[in-house]
């Protein structure tokens, strides 16, 4: 074939749809219940909101976005992440008049042109909450928080939380003077990305995956411990709030990000069964973005994890991620002339709810049971001229192999008895 899916792309097929249908449905459910309101943007944007939302020195910006001119030559961007977006249409759209915080959640594609590998694509997915309108602690808590319990109520365990402050306008300035002081006499000796960063983004050498960066950033001045009254406070309150919950965390104060729109609390959620990639999600709080994308001031905090990492951490545990679904019942016609009348029947068993299939091939019967077991259908409903002359049908348990012939109009009544009884059986044998 001369077409193939593009580099870094993934088509997702029936086989793993279930998988993903189970995390986004968790999420979703998650989301309700801490009371988020979904959000949906459209996949392209005007570059500059990227620009100057994400920073245009950003990697994200200056070397990954999907970024092309549309026929009246408008620059406009694929989307690489939701904030800024999300960001706009809260203020195109007013939202904080209603009520003064929003809390708002997403599950969307998003696009960076990076060297694709495990957990690394150029289009991938990711969950999200953005809580808009207050500076308050309580709102990075109630974030972290949701991320913490939709982890845990996914069964992943090996997963560590790692929280820093990167501070304020106020304190960053002569925390980044400190810290280029510190690296100014090893400069020739670290990494060329990192001798780059140098004059842009100084904070990013932190987390610098070299080794040799590493070593020569061991003992550099943490913004932790160079924080504003303000930023400490905050900071301090964050973690008494998590202490509370039962949260468990760590303080990292390497821990930086790559985005520029960061104030006070930065943090991520880390997994070793990642390899390399092993940043599962993460977050912080952008009290300055919707100001720096020409709004008003609003202060706000989000996280957003990567649904691609997080079913590579549920496959290598070997965590269960829901069935994939199958047709309960299977309909099979006898002969060609029943077929028609056998399809009515199908589609009264849809209209209440039971989930079936049945041959758009006219195979054989014997054909049509060898489909029927291939999708492991636990009853096959079979008719023929008799059947249809008397107005019934054969149902045919195919776990137990027996069957018996019921009324057309007993038929739906008699497949939800059945199934109800064996929901409950199963829910009994469960608890
Ligand atoms: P981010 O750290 O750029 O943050 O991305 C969040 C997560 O998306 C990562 O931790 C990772 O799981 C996943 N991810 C990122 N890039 C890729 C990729 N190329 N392939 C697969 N997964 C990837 C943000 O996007 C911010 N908008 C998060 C945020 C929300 N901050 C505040 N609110």
Known sequence: MKFKSITGTKDLLPAESHRWQYVEQIFRELAHRYNFKEIRTPVFEHTELFARGIGELTDIVSKEMYRFEDRSGNSLTLKPEMTAAVVRAYLQHNLGQQQPVT?????APMFRQERPQKGRLRQFHQFGLEIIGTPGAEADAEIIVMTADYYVQLGITNVELRINSVGCEKCRPQYKEKLKEFLQPNLPH??????????????????????????LTADAPL????L????????????EILDEANIEYSVDGKIVRGLDYYTKTAFEFISSALGSQDALSGGGRYDLLAKEIGGKDVPAVGVAGGIERLLLVLEASGTETGEEPHPVVYLAAADNDSRAWLYGITRQLR???????TDLMQRSLKAQMRE???????????????ERKNNEVVVKNMEVGDQQNVSVDDLVHILQQQLSGEHNATEKSRA
């Open 351 to 357: 209209k209440h709810n039971i989930p079936c299939d």
């Open 223 to 226: 913004q932790k411990d160079h």
């Open 103 to 107: 809390k708002l959640y997403y599950l």
């Open 190 to 215: 670290l990494s060329e990305d990192s001798q780059r960063r140098f004059e842009t983004n100084p904070l990013r050498i932190l987390d610098s995956k070299d080794d040799r960066d590493r070593e």
């Open 228 to 239: 504003c009254t303000e930023c400490n406070e905050h900071f301090t309150h964050l973690q």
């Open 372 to 386: 029927a077991s291939r999708q492991h259908a636990q009853y096959v409903i079979i008719a023929g001229s008799d």
